[in-house]
């Protein structure tokens, strides 16, 4: 074990956070945190003008790849791209 990953693990024990250490693009060192019992929500901020294909992309790829739980997924639109983009917010089943 690395003198710099035992001195992170070190950090972390003495503060009474636990994580584990790992290596991370070959010099470094990621840091996985341990989640509490429950998990807190995380909040997806998402800003669109909501014209573009992309958005739905987007959307698709956020919720087709985030295992998380609990999240919620928020979009930030103008009263105007709301009117404009019709049936993109219409999610498929």
Do not use: N
Not at 26 to 43: A, D, F, H, R
Not at 46 to 56: A, D, Q, V
């Amino acid at each position: 074990m690395g003198a710099g990953r035992q001195a992170i693990e070190d950090h972390l024990r003495r503060e009474g956070i636990k994580a584990r250490v790992g290596p991370a693009h070959g010099i470094y060192y990621q840091v996985s945190y341990e989640l509490p019992v429950p998990p807190p929500l995380v909040s997806i901020i998402m800003p669109s003008t909501l014209e573009k294909p992309e958005t739905l992309t987007c959307l698709q790829s956020v919720l087709g790849k985030t295992d998380y739980q609990p999240f919620e997924l928020i979009i930030l639109a103008t009263e105007a791209h709301l009117a404009a983009a019709g049936g993109i917010l219409r999610w498929p089943d």
